[in-house]
T-cell receptor, first 116, second 111 residues
């Protein structure tokens, strides 16, 4: 158990629908990152929050949004879902929000989204 | 634009032998690199890192080598064990660059 909790583990939905993925970071970590892993793709960085504020944005679609709440848990909202959104979505957390080799990310087990 | 490339999708080695996983990158501004290991149904877990100012970092059976002129790094596992069988991701990052991952290499260590 990495200490990063993601729910749900699996989710099956239809095109056009909206889903919310939830992440609780490891105790003491202030930063949350969302990554997407599609078939045969590496981990694509979506977005980062640090202590409730958006810190960095990656290849996140406009149909996707995220937020980090005062208790530091984060939610990733995916709307108007398309078949291509089917993927594993990973949440990771770290102590700081800086990008350095010392700021190791701890990943959750992921949420597998299937859009039919 | 794939800034981190792992050109071998899979690698198979015998238990006790050396496993060498390779990674190439294009972004010369990366100032650190990490390797993560991922078992099925689990998230990636941190394995070892190296700063761009070093050319080698060792941790037990795992050694990472960095060749900045060739923009290439490799992970050596000696000796390989069946429990090392997993997907290995190479990643690069920097002060202005979020951690960028390769597509991963599936390592299978045969008993």
């Amino acid at each position: 158990d990495s200490g990063v909790t993601q729910t749900p583990k699996h989710l099956i939905t239809a095109t056009g629908q909206r889903v919310t993925l939830r992440c609780s970071p490891r105790s003491g970590d202030l930063s949350v990152y969302w990554y997407q892993q599609s078939l045969d793709q590496g981990l694509q960085f979506l977005i980062q929050y640090y202590n409730g504020e958006e810190r960095a944005k990656g290849n996140i679609l406009e149909r996707f949004s995220a937020q980090q709440f005062p208790d530091l848990h984060s939610e990733l909202n995916l709307s108007s879902l398309e078949l291509g959104d089917s993927a594993l979505y990973f949440c990771a957390s770290s102590i700081s929000g800086t990008s350095s080799g010392a700021n190791v990310l701890t990943f959750g087990a992921g949420s597998r989204l299937t859009v039919l | 634009d794939q800034q981190v490339k792992q050109n071998s999708p899979s690698l198979s080695v015998q238990e006790g032998r050396i496993s060498i996983l390779n990674c190439d990158y294009t972004n010369s501004m990366f100032d650190y690199f990490l390797w993560y290991k991922k078992y099925p149904a689990e998230g990636p877990t941190f394995l070892i890192s190296i700063s761009s100012i070093k050319d080698k970092n060792e941790d037990g059976r795992f050694t990472v080598f960095l060749n900045k002129s060739a923009k290439h790094l490799s992970l050596h596992i000696v000796p390989s064990q069946p429990g090392d069988s997993a997907v290995y991701f190479c990643a690069g990052g920097g002060s202005n660059y979020k951690l960028t991952f390769g597509k991963g290499t599936l390592l299978t260590v045969n008993p």
